[in-house]
């Protein structure tokens, strides 16, 4: 079985920076592309960037220039570094992995979120 566990979240001012980590753990070959998500409460669920296992990025228009995602493949851990984050960023942040498990299984996993509240 398989499990990401993110972290990171909380509270922080207008102008602030987080970074949200995601550790995936398990029966786990190869971690193809991984991403960040989120959404606010009675909205859809978002796209904010993703990665591929050769380091290709794309993000949403909204946090260009603010989001950093990164990913350690050696440890199957994902990041986003987040800055100058703004009120509207407020949202619960889910993690997402496609995963290749040793027995040949492909799978498409989400973390349980983690909490993300920008305000003064």
């Known amino acids: 079985q398989v499990q990401l566990a993110e972290s990171g979240g909380g509270l922080v001012q207008p102008g602030g920076s987080l970074r949200l980590t995601c550790a995936a753990s398990?029966?786990?070959?190869?971690?193809?592309?991984m991403g960040w998500y989120r959404q606010i409460l009675g909205k859809q669920r978002e796209l904010v960037a993703t990665?591929?296992?050769?380091?290709?990025?794309n993000y949403a228009d909204s946090v260009k220039g603010r989001f950093t995602i990164s990913r350690d493949n050696a440890k199957n851990t994902l990041f986003l570094q987040m800055n100058s984050l703004k009120p509207e960023d407020t949202a619960v942040y889910y993690c997402?992995?496609?995963?290749?498990?040793?027995?040949?299984?492909?799978?498409?996993?989400w973390g349980q979120g983690t909490q993300v509240t920008v305000s003064s």
């Open positions: 990665i591929t296992i050769y380091g290709t990025t």
């Open positions: 997402n992995a496609d995963i290749v498990a040793w027995s040949a299984d492909r799978t498409d996993y």
């Open positions: 398990g029966s786990i070959r190869v971690i193809k592309t």
